[in-house]
């Protein structure tokens, strides 16, 4: 079953910027008396206020509210608009801004006027397609401070020229506000691999698609045989709570002679809860809407093997296993599917392997908002780093049941396991 990778962000978030100016004076209090805020959040905390110019006056009930928002997982946040008059590469203009609950918001460059002043920019596309006539993108990315994990994405989808919010994109020197809607990201592992995030090549039998050739081509290639049909999972139940364990066949490292080197493939990919909605999915809210405003960073993923944890019955275990009976999975690669940046790909050496055993493992892939660059805020904002990965804070150590935990680890078990005692410990 999949999970959300958080707990609290709610699907509707509004993000609106206010043109139009504000006069503390019109008060009847002196400007310098009164404590300011550009950024207001709904009481219900599906909405957000950014102002561009002055501010508003901070009410009892905003100090309260932050307060309250502060125990929700979402609390960082990152918008970023782009426009090019021509729709060609080169000579973007960007406005980005980026900001922790709690604190000051503001954005500036945001272009409005376009070739045609007197309609505006349409923001409808969350990236720029050069050569489509598109000349303007924004999208809204949602988060976790502590460690950047991106939990949801955001397009606008209603404007407010000053007589309220309709549907609608285009942004004018008229537009009062805009509003983003938002979807949450979804993964995790699962019992069913037609429902899991994680999948594997384990069943795969050409020991040339697991050696990373396939008959008559060179060069890597055994992600194709990563399936539904050749992800073998399993169960085990750790503490009276039973866990999918993803199967790493060893044996295939010991009757591999024509083929010593073996590599099992695997993928994990990142969707949105619109994904899988039954009947008719909003396409606009799918991962693939959303794919090129997701732009990858220069360094690569990486991934790390550990002992695995778990949490059963509210507390924390750690497997302890002899040590001619533990064995560590050794990942030789952490890459992104060029194609699809939400897909994250391994490949596990068991090469040699005879021993039997479990392991886990947790991963991260950093990525920017639509772009890198910093554009034309004053002052420049610089880019946000975000991490695409299973789970946040400390969660991703912990393992994931398959069954909407928190957990973002993934379990594997190398070789034969049928005979293994697991010994799970407690700390006191």
């Not at 939990?151 to 994109?169: A, H, I, Q, S």
């Not at 550990?306 to 059963?312: A, G, K, N, V």
Request: net charge negative; glycine share 10%; aromatic share 10%.
């Amino acid at each position: 079953m999949k999970k959300l990778i958080f707990a609290g962000l709610v699907i509707l978030l509004a993000f609106a910027l206010v043109t139009c100016g504000f006069t503390p004076n019109a008060l009847g209090v002196d400007k310098e008396e009164i404590e300011y805020t550009n950024v207001v959040y709904s009481a219900d905390g599906r909405s957000l206020t950014l102002y561009l110019d002055e501010g508003v006056p901070v009410t009892a009930a905003a100090r309260a509210l932050d307060r309250e928002m502060a125990m929700l997982a979402h609390n960082l946040f990152e918008v970023v608009f782009m426009y090019d008059a021509d729709g060609t590469a080169g000579g973007e203009k960007i406005a980005r801004t980026s900001w922790v609950r709690g604190d000051a918001a503001g954005i500036s460059g945001v272009e409005r006027v376009g070739t045609t002043p007197a309609v505006g920019v349409n923001y409808a596309a969350t990236s720029l397609t050069y050569g489509s006539g598109q000349t303007a993108a924004a999208v809204l990315f949602v988060g976790r401070r502590s460690d950047n994990t991106l939990l949801g994405m955001g397009r606008v989808f209603e404007t407010n020229d000053g007589t309220g919010f309709v549907p609608g994109t285009i942004v004018s020197t008229t537009t009062r506000a805009v509003k983003f809607q938002i979807v949450a990201l979804s993964a995790g592992a699962s019992f069913d691999p037609a429902e899991s995030s994680f999948k594997t090549a384990n069943g795969e039998t050409n020991n040339a698609f697991l050696s990373g050739q396939v008959p008559g081509t060179t060069g890597p290639s055994q992600y194709i045989s990563v399936t539904d049909a050749n992800t073998e999972i399993g169960t085990v139940n750790l503490s009276g709570t039973n866990f999918p364990v993803f199967t790493l066949d060893t044996t295939r490292a010991m009757n591999n002679a024509p083929t010593p080197i073996i590599h099992i493939a695997a993928e994990y990919e990142f969707l949105t809860t619109e994904d899988f909605v039954s009947g008719s999915p909003d396409p606009a809210y799918r991962m693939s809407a959303f794919l090129d405003s997701i732009i990858p960073h220069a360094t690569a993923p990486s991934s790390e093997v550990s002992s695995p944890q778990f949490y059963s019955e509210g507390k924390l275990y750690f497997i302890d296993m002899p040590n001619e009976q533990f064995s560590i999975a050794r990942i030789v690669t952490t890459e992104r599917d060029t194609a699809r940046v939400n897909v994250v790909r391994f490949k596990f050496d068991i090469t040699g392997m005879t021993t039997s055993g479990y392991a886990s493992f947790m991963f991260r892939s950093p990525v920017y908002a639509m772009t890198a660059d910093p554009g034309a805020s004053v002052p420049p904002t610089p880019a946000l780093v975000w991490y695409l990965r299973p789970a946040y804070g400390s969660n991703i150590y912990d393992l994931d049941n398959g069954l909407r935990n928190y957990g973002g680890s993934i379990l594997l078990g190398l070789g034969n396991l049928d005979y293994l005692q697991i010994v799970a410990t407690s700390p006191k």
